[in-house]
C-alpha cells in the first residue's frame, strides 16, 4: 500500500518550523509495509487544502494529514476534507461530552470555539484523543482512507499508536519493511563506500543507502519483504560482509549513539572515566552523562580553559606548555593522565585544540585536536585536524574521544589489557 | 510572488531525513517578497517528479527545486523537468569543460557518468556551482519559472546567493517580509500569551507567531510591506509595547541565543565566568563555550558528579552535602562561590539537581534543580522544577543559570553592583 502524509499549518511554511510528524508517521508506516511516496506541507487556508488533499486522494489509497484540527478560526482541516468529500459535518454529543469532561478536569470552561472540534463529517469514525481537546478522524471514501490527526506531537504520537495502527495493521498486505542501521566512526564517507560498494551493488534486493552526520557514517539497510525469516536472513548476511571489511570502524548493528555504546562498555567493565577538556568547553563531559545512569561510571570533568586552571586542576606543569605549547600531544596526554590520578577514574581522557574560527596559526591551525586516554599502564593518542566550523570541530573532536575509549575496550579482552574496576 | 519548493530524494521520503533547505530558500524567497504557499517531497521516479512540478507550475509562478541533479541513474529531476517542459537536452560544452576543469584540479578523472551533469535543457539558463560538480538550472516557460538546484546544503546556499537572488530580485514587486524576533526566558507560554495577547490582536496588519523551544519562547512578528520604512516603524512599536508588558524576561529582539546574549554581556562589564555543574554534566560551560572568543570571559568549569570531587574542587564540605543533601539551595550556592574563589572569576555559577529518569524522591523529584551564581558581595539561587525528560531538564537548567547571569548584568550598571573587570 502507497501512502501520502500532509502536514497542515501556515506557520510551517515560514523559515521557522519543520514538519518532524511526518518522520514519525513514516517510520510507523514503513513497519505497517505501508510506503510513503510523497510528503506536502500547506497552509490553513480552505481551497488550498481541499487542493492537497484532492491531489493525493487520486494518487494513493492512504492519506494521513497532521495538524488543523484545533478550535480556532485558522483551523480548516475538518471543514476541507467534509467539503471535499461532499460530507456534511455535525455536532457529535458523544465528542462534545469527552471535550466538555476534559475541560472540567482541567478545571476550566470549554469556550464556545471549542465546540467546533465536536464537528464530524457523515460517516467518519471518531479517533479519541487522550493527551488533548482535538479528536481525531478516520474517512473512507471510494477505496480510498484519509486519517486526520492533530498537530501536537504527543497528541498525534499516541493517537496514532492506539488507534490508528490496529487499523492499517488490518489492511496491510503482509508486506512489510525490515531494517537495519550501521554506524562507522574514523573513516570518510568515500572511504566507506569503496570499501562496501562491490558488496552492496551485488544485493539488489536491499536498499543501501548512506549518510553522513558530524563524527559518523550511518549506514542504512532496508528491505521490504512478506517473508519475515527470510528478511533477517539476507540483511543479517549483509550485515556481517559489511562488517567484515569495515572492521572495527563499525561502532554499532543497531544504530546506537556513540555515547550509549561507551556507557555500555564501561558498564559491562565496571570501569570509570574522567575527562580534561579544554576547546570542547565541556561537550565531552556532557556527552558522557546523556545517558541516565551515567553516575556509576562518569566521576568528573574539568574544562581548562586557562593555562593555569590546566594546572592547577591536572598538574599540567607550565614547564610542559612552555615548551610544547597547550595544543600538543604532551598536553593531551598530561590533561588525560592528570585527570585520571586526580579522581581515581579507570580511564582519563584529555581533549586539547583550535576550535576556531580566531586562534589558528600555519603550524597550529584552526581544527587542529588532540587527544588522547590514559590508564594505569599508559596513555594513547591522536592528532587530528577537522574541517569545518566551530560547533562541527568541537563535535568531532569530542566523537574522536568517545571512539578512542570505545577502541580501548575492543582490546581490554586482552590478558595483558584487562580493566580491573 | 508565490513560490512553491520541491525537495528532490526518495532518502527524504525515509524516517531518517528531513529537508532543511526549504527553510532556508523560505527566509531569503520571503525577504524577496515572495511567499511560499506549499512545500512537497517527492521521491526519484520520473514520473512522480513530472507530476509534482506540473502540478505546482499550475498554482504558482515559481518554482524552486532542490536535488536530484547528480550524476547517478537516480538524479532525474533534469530529464523530468525537460520531458515535462518538451524541451531536448543537449550536452552544453562549457559546462562540461567547467566539470571536467573540477576533476582535474582535485586531481581525479571524470567518469562517464559525470557527462550526464552537463546535459543543459533547451533555452535553460546554467546557473554555475562553485563548490560541486552539478549546475543549477534556470527555465522560464510560459509565464512561469523553474529554479533547479543542488540538494548538498552548502552548494544550494552559495548557489542561491550568488546566482538565483539578483534575479528574483529584478522580478520583484516591491512588497517584501519585514520580520523581527523577541525572545522570552523564565516563562510560560501561556503566561507570555495572556499578556501580549490583547497587543497583538490590535495589530491585525501584522502576523504575530508564537513558538515555544526547551528554555524559552519565540515571538515572531512579521508584515509584507511595500514600505520599508512605514513598516519597520510599525514593527518597531509593536516590538516596543510587548516588551513593555514583558519586561526583562525578554533577552533579546534580535533573535540572538542566550549564548550570545550572555558573552555580549560578559565582554561589555569585562567579567569573568567559571562553573561548576553537576546534573547538568558539563552543558554550562559547553554553552559558554560555543561563541568564538569565550576564553576571553570563560576561566573554566568543572563537572562534580561525584560528593567528593564537590569537595575536592570547589571546597563543598561533606558536612554541608550530609545536612542539606547534594541536591540543595546551599550546595548550590557553594558550588558556585567554590568555583569563583578557586578560579578567580567574576561570577561562579552551581548547579546540582535530579535529571532523571532515576534518582528521584517525593521530598526531591526528577527534575527539581538548584541553580546559584556569586559575585564577591554575595549570591542568588532558584529553585525550579522542571518537566520533561532528561535532556530536556538538563536544557532548561542550563538556559536558567544562563538567565540568571543575564538578570545579574541588567542590574550591574547600578553603583552598589559595578562589576570590576
Same mark, same amino acid.
Given at each position: 500500500?502507497k501512502a501520502?502524509?500532509?502536514?497542515?499549518g501556515s506557520?510551517l511554511?515560514?523559515?521557522d518550523r519543520v514538519d518532524t510528524?511526518?518522520l514519525?508517521?513514516?517510520?510507523?508506516?514503513?513497519?505497517?509495509?505501508?510506503?510513503?511516496?510523497?510528503?506536502?506541507?500547506v497552509?490553513d487556508?480552505l481551497?488550498q487544502?481541499?487542493?492537497?488533499f484532492?491531489d493525493?486522494?487520486?494518487?494513493?489509497?492512504l492519506v494521513?494529514?497532521?495538524g488543523?484540527l484545533g478550535p480556532?478560526?485558522?483551523?480548516?482541516t475538518r471543514?476541507?476534507v467534509?467539503?471535499?468529500l461532499g460530507?456534511?459535518?455535525q455536532?457529535?454529543?458523544?465528542v462534545m461530552?469527552t471535550?466538555?469532561?476534559?475541560?472540567r478536569?482541567l478545571?476550566r470552561?470549554m469556550?464556545?470555539?471549542n465546540?467546533?472540534?465536536a464537528?464530524?463529517?457523515?460517516?467518519?469514525?471518531v479517533?479519541q484523543n487522550?493527551r488533548?481537546?482535538?479528536?481525531g478522524?478516520?474517512l473512507?471514501?471510494?477505496?480510498?482512507?484519509v486519517?486526520?490527526?492533530p498537530?501536537?506531537p504527543?497528541?498525534?504520537?499516541a493517537m496514532?499508536?492506539a488507534?490508528v495502527?490496529?487499523?492499517?495493521?488490518?489492511l496491510s498486505t503482509g508486506?512489510r519493511?525490515?531494517?537495519r542501521?550501521?554506524?562507522?566512526?574514523?573513516?570518510g564517507?568515500s572511504?566507506?563506500?569503496q570499501?562496501i560498494?562491490?558488496i552492496?551493488m551485488r544485493?539488489q534486493?536491499?536498499?543501501t543507502?548512506i549518510?553522513?552526520?558530524?563524527?559518523?557514517?550511518?549506514?542504512?539497510?532496508r528491505?521490504?519483504s512478506?517473508d519475515?525469516?527470510g528478511a533477517?536472513?539476507?540483511?543479517?548476511?549483509?550485515?556481517e560482509?559489511l562488517?567484515l571489511?569495515?572492521?572495527e570502524?563499525v561502532?554499532?548493528v543497531?544504530?546506537?549513539?556513540m555515547?550509549e555504546v561507551?556507557?555500555?562498555e564501561?558498564? &559491562?567493565h565496571?570501569a +570509570?572515566i574522567? %575527562?580534561? *577538556?579544554?576547546?570542547? #568547553?565541556?561537550?565531552l563531559?556532557?556527552?558522557?552523562?546523556?545517558?541516565?545512569?551515567s553516575?556509576?561510571?562518569?566521576?568528573?570533568g574539568?574544562v581548562?580553559?586557562?593555562n593555569s586552571l590546566?594546572?592547577a586542576?591536572?598538574?599540567?606543569t607550565a614547564?610542559l606548555?612552555?615548551?610544547r605549547?597547550a595544543?600538543s600531544a604532551?598536553v593531551a596526554i598530561a590533561?588525560?593522565d592528570?585527570i585520571?590520578?586526580?579522581?581515581?577514574?579507570?580511564?582519563?581522557?584529555?581533549i586539547?585544540? &583550535?576550535?576556531?574560527? +580566531?586562534?589558528g %596559526?600555519? *603550524?597550529?591551525?584552526? #581544527?587542529?585536536?588532540?587527544?588522547?586516554?590514559?590508564?594505569?599502564?599508559g596513555?594513547?593518542?591522536?592528532?587530528?585536524?577537522y574541517p569545518?566550523?566551530?560547533?562541527?570541530?568541537?563535535?568531532?573532536?569530542?566523537q574522536t574521544?568517545?571512539?578512542?575509549?570505545?577502541?580501548?575496550?575492543?582490546?581490554?579482552?586482552?590478558?595483558?589489557?584487562?580493566?580491573?574496576?
Amino acid at each position: 500500500m502507497k501512502a501520502e502524509i500532509i502536514a497542515v499549518g501556515s506557520e510551517l511554511l515560514t523559515p521557522d518550523r519543520v514538519d518532524t510528524n511526518s518522520l514519525f508517521l513514516t517510520a510507523q508506516l514503513n513497519r505497517l509495509g505501508v510506503e510513503v511516496t510523497r510528503k506536502t506541507v500547506v497552509g490553513d487556508e480552505l481551497e488550498q487544502l481541499r487542493n492537497a488533499f484532492g491531489d493525493a486522494m487520486e494518487r494513493v489509497e492512504l492519506v494521513i494529514a497532521s495538524g488543523g484540527l484545533g478550535p480556532t478560526e485558522d483551523d480548516r482541516t475538518r471543514d476541507a476534507v467534509a467539503d471535499l468529500l461532499g460530507r456534511k459535518l455535525q455536532r457529535d454529543p458523544a465528542v462534545m461530552e469527552t471535550i466538555e469532561a476534559r475541560f472540567r478536569q482541567l478545571g476550566r470552561t470549554m469556550s464556545e470555539v471549542n465546540k467546533r472540534q465536536a464537528n464530524v463529517p457523515d460517516g467518519a469514525a471518531v479517533l479519541q484523543n487522550d493527551r488533548g481537546t482535538a479528536p481525531g478522524l478516520w474517512l473512507e471514501d471510494r477505496g480510498r482512507i484519509v486519517v486526520l490527526l492533530p498537530g501536537p506531537p504527543h497528541e498525534l504520537k499516541a493517537m496514532f499508536s492506539a488507534q490508528v495502527e490496529p487499523r492499517i495493521a488490518r489492511l496491510s498486505t503482509g508486506v512489510r519493511l525490515f531494517a537495519r542501521e550501521l554506524r562507522v566512526a574514523g573513516m570518510g564517507e568515500s572511504d566507506v563506500d569503496q570499501r562496501i560498494a562491490p558488496i552492496y551493488m551485488r544485493r539488489q534486493d536491499v536498499q543501501t543507502t548512506i549518510l553522513t552526520a558530524p563524527g559518523e557514517i550511518q549506514i542504512h539497510l532496508r528491505k521490504w519483504s512478506a517473508d519475515a525469516a527470510g528478511a533477517e536472513e539476507v540483511l543479517q548476511q549483509l550485515q556481517e560482509s559489511l562488517v567484515l571489511v569495515l572492521g572495527e570502524a563499525v561502532f554499532t548493528v543497531a544504530g546506537e549513539s556513540m555515547e550509549e555504546v561507551v556507557a555500555r562498555e564501561l558498564a &559491562i567493565h565496571r570501569a +570509570t572515566i574522567a %575527562s580534561a *577538556e579544554s576547546c570542547t #568547553g565541556g561537550l565531552l563531559a556532557e556527552r558522557l552523562t546523556r545517558i541516565s545512569g551515567s553516575s556509576a561510571y562518569f566521576l568528573g570533568g574539568v574544562v581548562s580553559y586557562s593555562n593555569s586552571l590546566k594546572s592547577a586542576w591536572v598538574d599540567v606543569t607550565a614547564e610542559l606548555i612552555e615548551s610544547r605549547g597547550a595544543v600538543s600531544a604532551e598536553v593531551a596526554i598530561a590533561l588525560a593522565d592528570g585527570i585520571r590520578r586526580r579522581t581515581g577514574a579507570t580511564l582519563g581522557v584529555g581533549i586539547t585544540g &583550535i576550535a576556531g574560527p +580566531t586562534g589558528g %596559526s600555519p *603550524e597550529k591551525p584552526v #581544527g587542529l585536536v588532540h587527544v588522547a586516554i590514559a590508564d594505569a599502564s599508559g596513555s594513547k593518542e591522536r592528532a587530528i585536524r577537522y574541517p569545518g566550523e566551530r560547533d562541527r570541530i568541537r563535535w568531532q573532536a569530542s566523537q574522536t574521544a568517545l571512539d578512542l575509549v570505545r577502541r580501548y575496550f575492543l582490546y581490554a579482552a586482552h590478558p595483558k589489557n584487562v580493566v580491573k574496576g
